[in-house]
């Protein structure tokens, strides 16, 4: 139930959980990836209904030395929301135990609800040896985008916090940096393959997230797809001029009689506030300052808060849209708003934004405005143009 990490493992997502089956994917692809093991989704659902852990996984964390990092991996992504244990070394039982029993978390089983994902599936577990974003000043974490998933723009996009481990970046608890931040440096040239690498094998734009320690990168998980609309439709006629797709895959990937118009506010509506564009549409609503009170009002609400951690699920499900004063693309907020095609602002000054207050905000442009306005539909983009005369 316990194996090694590596490029011969041959099994799919749902026996090895989605994360360790894209770092062996990483792995035979040349990447740099920290040494781990993993316990299948099997070992999960066996964990689940009688208690029992499998044999050996001490002497498994002993052969990889020093300390560790144990993560969940679900077949199906769900971002943020089960356990993370990092630094945790033997006895490794309880962080284990502690991944595995997260499958049934409040949270978890709200996001599997929403998204119809089986709560039959259980988790795999990684068991990785620790890289450290926080070791010295050429040390960082981050997630990085091979093509900006909010518009389909090519080239590096993401986030990066120096001397940062990375669930400070998942979790937009801190105020990120681009990506960008590292070109120049001695990483840029590696994270820049790395995501050229990944994005040709999938012939998809993709997602990374990694860890520089002390100017090394590690890549910890890999993610391809997850863009819609007219992002899609923009990365699918970017991918075929480049040969990597032919034209009629990128006809086919896209659904041009269901490509939304993702509206945006006008020019001249003046901001009350502004951050950055993290999850295209506009919404319309009053501030609620918890999850609580976003899931209590009977009309459309905005959630504002400094950055939502998964205990804010419902609300982010109840809301309408959602606005942050930390975090960047990759925090949790822009990642699960864009699972639920909702829009969302990070990085926004908030302290205009109080509880009642009738807002609209733009997910596109980053501008939250005072009031109701409602918003213009653009005119059809080049690349839908383009795409609906292949087609």
């Known amino acids: ?18 994360k360790a089956y894209g770092l062996v994917r990483l792995l035979r692809l ?20 009688t208690g029992r852990l499998p044999r050996g996984l001490d002497a498994a964390a002993d052969r990889l030395g020093g300390a560790v990092s144990v993560r969940s991996g679900a077949a199906v992504s769900m971002p943020g929301m089960m356990s993370t244990l990092l630094d945790v070394r033997p006895p490794l039982g309880p962080a284990v135990a502690a991944v595995f029993d997260s499958w049934n978390t409040p949270r978890a089983l709200t996001y599997r609800r929403l998204h119809g994902i089986a709560d039959g599936l259980g988790t795999a577990v990684i068991i990785q040896s620790m890289v450290y974003g926080d070791r010295d000043e050429r040390s960082g974490s981050g997630v990085a985008f091979s093509r900006n998933p909010n518009t389909g723009e090519p080239g590096p996009f993401g986030d990066y916090l ?17 990506v960008a931040v590292l070109r120049g ?36 998980q890999v993610r ?22 032919t034209r009629g895959e990128a006809v086919a990937r896209v659904d041009l009689e ?18 950055l564009g993290a999850s295209p549409g506009v919404a319309t609503g009053r501030v609620a300052t918890t999850a609580d009170a976003a899931v209590g009002m009977t009309e459309p609400a ?38 639920m095609g909702k829009p969302a602002v990070v990085g926004a000054p908030i302290d205009a934004l109080h509880d009642g207050l ?34």
């Not at 040349?30 to 209904?49: E, F, H, K, N, S």
């Not at 007219?230 to 990597?244: N, Y």
């Open 302 to 339: 905005i959630l504002v808060r400094p950055a939502t951690s998964p205990l804010d699920l419902h609300g982010l499900a109840a809301a309408a849209g959602v606005v942050t004063f930390r975090g960047g693309p990759a925090s949790h907020a822009a990642v699960v708003a864009r699972s």
């Open 358 to 391: 009738l807002v609209t905000i733009d997910g596109s442009t980053g501008v939250v405005a005072a009031g109701a306005h409602r918003p213009g539909r653009p005119a059809v983009s080049p690349a839908e143009a383009r795409l609906r005369a292949w087609s």
């Open 1 to 18: 139930m316990i194996r090694q990490l590596g490029a011969e493992l041959g099994d799919d997502a749902s026996v090895l959980g989605g």
């Open 162 to 178: 120096r001397g940062r481990r990375g669930d400070a970046v998942v979790s937009g608890e801190e105020r990120s940096e681009p």
């Open 185 to 220: 440096g001695e990483v840029w040239p590696a994270l820049s393959q790395a995501l050229a690498v990944v994005e040709r094998h999938y012939r998809d734009l993709c997602q990374l997230e990694f860890t520089v320690e002390s100017g090394r990168l590690w890549l910890l």
């Open 30 to 49: 040349g990447l740099p990836v920290p040494r781990g093991v993993v316990i299948g989704t099997a070992a999960g659902r066996d964990y689940l209904a």
């Open 258 to 275: 269901r490509l939304p118009r993702v509206p945006l506010l006008p020019g001249d509506v003046p901001p009350l506030t502004r951050g």
């Open 224 to 245: 391809p797809g997850g863009v819609a609309g007219h992002a899609a439709a923009r990365v699918a006629v970017d991918l075929a001029d480049e040969g990597i797709i």
